[in-house]
């Protein structure tokens, strides 16, 4: 089998006539297979896919709605042909440009061919504006140079889409993932046209969820071969912060300087405590606290001057700049 065609559906009804015409027209000379996967669909979808469907379609239906990532993932896993291509079933993506995309792939090859949707036919608001500043977000905090990484009409080489990992929502980050992998992968203008039949099921609200997968991908990518590397970092981080106001043997430790203004300085610093008489107790409140602090590091200072003593570590540096309590 030269090629598997992998469309997830979802309440696409109206749109699986002119569908399979479509691949019909483009894909006469290729020998292929189409696998639809519906996600949930609540409206006829299946039903038409049923009544429909050629001789060389499967269904696979999923028990509900689970996302686009899934859908694809579960088609890939029955796909039986060299080369998988992922495509939308709202027919906005054109399967005329499935030919060319192989062609491609075979005389530079590729693993991956990655369809840019020239001319885009959606709206500027709701769709255009949002996926441009997603793409540029995920193009610099990636480093994965791809200018449209929301288009689902891509070309694989099976043993590549079969190991990509997805799940989730990762459908969106597929360049990174086949970066990840070490594919080589280029990018090709194709065809979209605007939807006829339906209604799109993305708006704003998927911005938020690009933005935490988009965070998620950061961190794998950086620590995904090294996962113990971001925890010992982390711990180190923590524990120099804790040895910073440590003070080293035959040093004493400076006291930080939030620390070292008196009474008077606060006050000053804090003229609007005296408006109310209850400001004064909690002026009071404050200045006594400090004093405790300040109290508690002179006592652990002493503390630790005993214990490097009885290890026999010298502590007449730090004994002149110490007064010990009575």
Not at 23 to 52: K, M, N, P, Q, W
Request: glycine share 6%.
């Amino acid at each position: 089998m030269k090629l598997s065609v992998v469309i997830p559906v979802m309440n696409e009804a109206d749109n699986i006539r002119p569908l399979f015409e479509a691949l019909s027209g483009a894909l006469a000379s290729i020998e292929h297979e189409i696998i639809l996967v519906d996600d949930g669909s609540t409206d006829s979808t299946v039903a038409e896919i049923t009544r429909l469907a050629p001789k060389n379609a499967r269904l696979v239906v999923l028990n509900k709605n689970y996302g686009q990532t899934t859908a694809m993932a579960a088609g890939i896993e029955q796909a039986a042909g060299e080369l998988i291509v992922t495509i939308d079933g709202d027919l906005q993506n054109d399967p005329a440009d499935i030919p060319m995309m192989i062609r491609h792939l075979e005389d530079k090859e590729l693993d991956v061919v990655a369809g840019r949707r020239a001319g885009r036919k959606d709206g500027m608001l709701l769709r255009k504006i949002p996926s441009r500043i997603a793409n540029a977000m995920i193009r610099n905090m990636t480093d994965v140079h791809i200018r449209d990484y929301g288009c689902t009409l891509k070309l694989f080489r099976r043993e590549v889409a079969r190991n990509l990992g997805l799940y989730g929502e990762l459908h969106r980050f597929i360049p990174v993932l086949v970066d990840l992998y070490g594919g080589k992968m280029e990018e090709v203008d194709v065809r979209h046209h605007a939807r006829q039949f339906g209604v799109s099921k993305y708006g704003i609200g998927r911005t938020t969820r690009v933005m935490s997968d988009l965070l998620f991908m950061v961190f794998f990518q950086k620590w995904g071969q090294k996962p113990m590397r971001s925890v010992r970092h982390a711990g180190l981080h923590h524990a120099l912060r804790r040895l910073r106001h440590r003070p080293l043997p035959g040093r004493p430790q400076t006291p930080r300087k939030r620390d070292r203004r008196p009474a008077a300085a606060l006050a000053r610093h804090h003229p609007h405590l005296h408006r109310h008489p209850a400001d004064h107790d909690r002026l009071h409140r404050r200045v006594h606290h400090a004093h405790l602090l300040r109290v508690a590091e002179q006592e652990t200072l002493h503390h630790q001057a005993d214990r490097w003593q009885r290890l026999g570590i010298s502590t007449k540096s730090c004994s002149r700049s110490w007064s010990r309590r009575p």
